[in-house]
């Protein structure tokens, strides 16, 4: 059993918040309070009165052999209680979501730029800073792989498509980084004709910059260690259990002494699905015997969590006249950087969903993700899917302007339906409206023509109110695309969300305890907790125990699954509490009764006018069940065809944006963003929109300005001031209209929502800049010398 | 260093202060008050932002010695203890917050705005709203429920006479 250990200031507690609200309200957040009052406590927001600060040092090089490292200055410096390297880390020295193949510290090779190489804890944060520089590492400095496609030997697209498969002889840049070579995965799909013709063939190369999730709230916790000799970490993720896990092989300790509780989350977007800190702070709390804080300032979060892969992509589309797509071959590679992170998985949904919506009979894609120098790249937002739409999207374009069609005609032709066949042969057993979102786009009004003349604002130009332009060289653009996005995790996983439902009485009054270990990140699962469970119990007070690990995974808050798969968890656990309830019910009326439900705090039956009010019922008894829930499974695909049922659900989504650009200076101001979206039902409304909006703007930022900049395995800038996420100046209005289509395989008919508009924004903004400017773009982001051509 | 300040409206004293420490880290981590954020922590994101006598700035940028003798206004101190200000009761029901982050430092910033508008009698413009929260950035509502919150905020307190 768990030591008590004291729990810090600020740790987290149970939310109850405002209450009512149920399936389909715009209920109101138990934790909004708490956060617009500044009383919620964020991750960086713990603190004990006998707390140490811990730091990392990292290194300088992407690529370099660690000849020595020499803590003795560090450790005299005043106020230092310990300096820790890899020869401190008890158990496992490597770990990762899906292969262990990163350090918990630098072992003999360190991979890329910002690679964590020792710890310190002192009592002032900047002593522990001015500690760790004071470290002497003597490394032995190489050259580093910098590219995706030289990592795998495959140094031209020519050379790729002469032999596709092969990994030719290792060039000198493609030395090994890892035992088992640069490949962490090579997907393929094949189906129909492997030679197959068409009237019209468009080819075209694309690339995705890497973009970061720059969430604001810092990696941050607080690690205290128990008196059982193991350790409770607080701290901002995604998923408390794989962490655990991980944490639990680092530090070899079992489960049981290894306490994890979700601290809060400022933002996530898959950022924190790797580990950060979480070792880390274990390990100096342990070794000092102390409580240890660690929150990273902007510059270290940049290389302190896994960005967006890049990529590079070669797509060729053939169709007949009339439009109907004959066939797709696309080569994607993503570059994985210096560590696998959930690359595989990301290869998976690169792969299996890499030519979009579209009904294709002749497919043949291949998706390699690779081993570079460059920084980790894991999950973000759109997860493999966002830079294939960019490519998909964009050839759609290509091609109905080489077949002289309407884009949104073309794309209308060649849509999945329900009932449909995707490239995997897995049957689309829910609908998928793509047409419909895309029409509803079409009929919705567009906004004001360009400004001229007296009516300028110049608030309103491109460039704002730089005063750069007058809108003499301003051309407006309209552009449309469509997201296919899995929802859940795919390719047989098992992945399944518990839930431990408690209904009691207390002051007279029936509430509802849920608890489950899934990660709040600002998206608003708590909400949707308390609102599934006033559904299926009928009362008006639910409280959410704090997020931790004594009760069972929830799996992670990732791929739009959270109100799937927690969510049907809550429900079922809820119709486990009811029906004990009730057959307790029936049991005090002593006759079958056939309408009995929960109601208002009170068993009811209409019909027969029964009203046993909870507190009668119960007494001081809770009820309480606890259980894990799992969607329908999915199954791997096939190695050599990438054929079978892999993906659970798919979501969809649908954007049009208007764009003026200046195309003198290269400027772009995004007018409106509209977007479409079945979300299946809408639990929360409110939400709902909030994250079609919130996804808009991300897409938005990777079309025209977010991107990290990495020079031979270098980022050239880790901060707010360099790395540009949209403002509210670079945001325009952002018009939202929701489908309800039930899913009968979903809980209440409910389709993952959040990452679909992060998918479809960012092709529409490249697709009007495109049809402002009549160029061809074939690389986000976009920026000024692209438009230019200077 | 010792630092004597006004808080909130309570004279707040704090012993052992380092003269690299800013007034953010002295708020948050000597005087307990951890409602303004340390999201970038180098004048970019606004999270941090809180009342300098009377003036809006990034708490991040000042050095805790500039605040000697001054009066500092955090997002702890926008309402009386269990009240809501007016603009953080409409970020709550225009669904302005999602991770909830941003929220401190938007919350004094649109107050700024508000207070400002109101005292020339009359509500921000929608430009005008941009400009004055574009130095804090969002990264989950895409500034749309944020907007409609100040424009709520804006409404109920034009015809709030204090």
Redesign the interface.
Known sequence: MSTPTRAPSGAPSHLTGPGGGRVGDDAARPDGVLKVRGEFAYGSDLWMDDMLWGVTLRSPHPYARIRSIDVGAALAVPGVHAVLTSDDVPGEKVYGLELADQPVLALDVVRYQGEPVALVAADHPDTARRAAARIVVDYDVWEPVTDARRALGHPTWNQVHDSPAEVTELSRESAHLHPHGNLVRHLKVRRGDPAPTADVVVVNEYEVGMQDQAFLGPESGLAVPGEDGGVDLYVATQWLHVDQRQICAALALPPERVRLTLAGVGGAFGGREDLSMHVHACLLALHTGRPVKMSYNREESFFGHVHRHPATMRYEHGATRDGDLVYVKATIYFDGGAYASSTPAVVGNGGTMGIGPYVVPNVHVDCYGAYTNNPPCGAMRGFGSVQTAFAYESQMDALAAELGMDPVDLRCRNAMEQGSEAITGQVVDSPAPVVELLRRLEAMPLPPEVPTGDAVDLRDMPGGVSNSTHGEGVRRGVGYAVAYKNVAFSEGFDDYSTARVRLEVVGGEAVATVHTAAAEVGQGLVTVEQQIARTELGVDRVTVHPKDTAVGSAGSTSASRQTYVTGGAVKAACEAVRARVLERARSVVGRPVADLRLDGGKVVSDLEGVALPLADLLGDEAVEETLEWRHRPTEAVDPETGQGFAHVQYAFSAHRAVVDVDTELGLVKVVEMACTQDVGKAINPQAVVGQIQGGTAQGLGLAVMEEILVRDGRVQNPSFTDYLIPTVLDMPPVRVEILEYADPHAPYGLRGVGEAPNISSGPAVLAAIRQATGLPLTRVPVRPEHLTGT | MRLSCTVNGTPRQVDDV?E??SLLYVL??RM???????????G??G?CTVYLDGLPVCACLVAAGQAQGREVG???GL?PAGE?HPV?QA??EA?A????????GL?VATDDLVTRSRAEGRTPAD?E???A???????????????DAVRLAADRMAGDPR
């Open positions: 380092w690299g420490e948050r981590e307990g008050l951890p409602g303004s954020k340390n999201a970038c922590e180098q970019e994101c999270s955090t997002v702890e309402a809501l953080q970020f709550l669904g917050v999602q991770c909830g982050f941003c929220t401190p919350l430009a709203i941009r400009e929260l574009a130095g804090n950035l969002c990264r989950c509502t895409g500034y749309e429920k944020i907007l």
